[in-house]
């Protein structure tokens, strides 16, 4: 027979393992129900930035071409900036700009293929050779595909 105290012992040590497996179930719980609340709140912020998003995004694009057509170095730094700063405020309301650069390949999902080029490279088959005018995605949605210039495959006179 064991002894009294080893047995209240025993049954302590017992306890104190069940009580840390439900302490641990309960913070994986919270950790999880954290996680979704702010997955949930992200996700409201960018439904409810929308509005706010496309009108920085046309913004964007008028900042970018005045600087563009800027008469002085000292203007088109100044266009610059603005257009970094609104960049920031996109990206800060889940937005990402869409600027595909040459031979990235063509997503028909972010961009559109606004004018097609000939190649007789296989390898650049379908691939982006200018960018006309970035895109803009908040999260998976694609607000406005990327406007490109996609490289086609020349086709011979055989085929």
Do not use: N, W, Y
Not at 112 to 124: F, G, L
């Amino acid at each position: 027979m064991t002894d009294p105290v080893e047995q209240t012992l025993a049954q302590l040590a017992e306890r104190v393992e069940d009580l840390t497996r439900v302490v641990t179930r309960q913070a994986a719980t919270l950790d999880r129900l954290a996680d979704e609340a702010k997955e949930r709140d992200r996700r409201d912020r960018a439904g409810a930035d929308l509005p706010l998003v496309v009108e920085l995004f046309a913004l964007h694009g008028d900042t970018s071409a005045c600087a563009a057509t800027a008469e002085s170095e000292r203007e088109r730094a100044a266009f610059d900036a603005v257009t970094t700063r609104i960049e920031r405020l996109l990206t800060g309301r889940g937005a990402t700009l869409l600027t595909p650069g040459p031979g990235t390949a063509f997503d028909s999902l972010t961009m559109e293929a606004t004018d097609v080029v000939s190649t007789t490279d296989p390898s650049e088959d379908r691939t982006v050779d200018a960018l006309i005018a970035p895109g803009l995605t908040v999260g998976t949605r694609s607000l406005r595909p990327a406007s490109v210039v996609v490289r086609q495959l020349a086709k011979s006179e055989s085929d």
